[in-house]
């Protein structure tokens, strides 16, 4: 059973404009939600995290926003451009104990066009 | 460059055969993780060590195993490799937090194919 879902399997979007990626969750214990890009022949890059004490999280052009009600996480990219072209991967965690443990989904390829 | 360093990049062995995986943490980082990604597949956490410790368990087969030495790499080994054990294996350090995770690096994977 997946406790992490990313169900767009890609995402296409002109450059400029908005990219939404989103994550779905069914653990209620996760409380602390990390996005990874990766590019090819690379490993993950770790691109921005938010714990379950906040909504919203803000680095430059990236977004995430955690709707734990809902169990959902989005990463917003404003603008997108040709270079965040990559696959995504949303991860989850806990605090405390056994920590450390990502649990991730199985990514998202966003392609941004020129 | 994440500062995780991991050998062999590329591995083509036949079933049935053993292969170790090898791989060097961030400086200061006490613990490693490592993750098999199967095509079409999200990366599926196998093991965590911390400072040469067994700390979490994932999805690991009996077939494989790990250890984290005194100087703080880690290995992972393959045994019996079928077919299905063909995926990129990943490793990962970070720096434990006491009140909560950290971000892991990862390093670029070595890409085992079985033939």
């Known amino acids: 059973d997946q406790q992490v879902k990313q169900n767009s399997p890609s995402l296409s979007v002109q450059e400029g404009r908005i990219s939404i990626l989103n994550c779905d969750y069914t653990?209620?214990?996760?409380?602390?939600f990390l996005w990874y890009k990766k590019y090819p022949a690379e490993g993950p890059t770790f691109l921005i995290s938010?714990?379950?004490?906040?909504d919203k999280n803000e680095d430059g052009r990236f977004t995430v926003f955690l709707n734990k009600s809902a169990k959902h996480l989005s990463l917003h990219i404003v603008p997108s451009q040709p270079g965040d072209s990559a696959v995504y991967f949303c991860?989850?965690?806990?605090?405390?104990?056994?920590?450390?443990?990502?649990?991730f989904g199985k990514g998202t390829k966003l392609s941004v066009k020129p | 460059d994440s500062g995780v360093t991991q050998t062999p990049k590329h591995l083509i062995t036949a079933t049935g055969q053993r292969v170790t995986l090898r791989c060097s943490p961030r400086?200061?980082?006490?613990?490693v993780y490592w993750y098999q990604q199967s095509l079409d597949q999200g990366l599926q956490f196998l093991i965590q060590?911390?400072?040469?410790?067994?700390?979490a368990k994932g999805n690991i087969l009996e077939r494989f195993s790990a250890q984290q030495f005194p100087d703080l790499h880690s290995e992972l080994n393959l045994s019996s490799l079928e077919l299905g054990d063909s995926a990129l294996y990943f490793c990962?350090?970070?720096?434990?937090?006491?009140?909560?995770?950290?971000?892991?690096?990862f390093g670029q994977g070595t890409r085992l194919t079985v033939v």
């Open positions: 990962a350090s970070s720096v434990e937090v006491v009140l909560g995770p950290s971000e892991a690096f």
């Open positions: 653990n209620s214990m996760f409380d602390y």
């Open positions: 938010i714990s379950s004490i906040k």
């Open positions: 991860a989850a965690s806990y605090y405390g104990g056994s920590q450390g443990n990502l649990i």
């Open positions: 400086s200061g980082d006490l613990s």
């Open positions: 060590y911390y400072n040469g410790e067994e700390r």
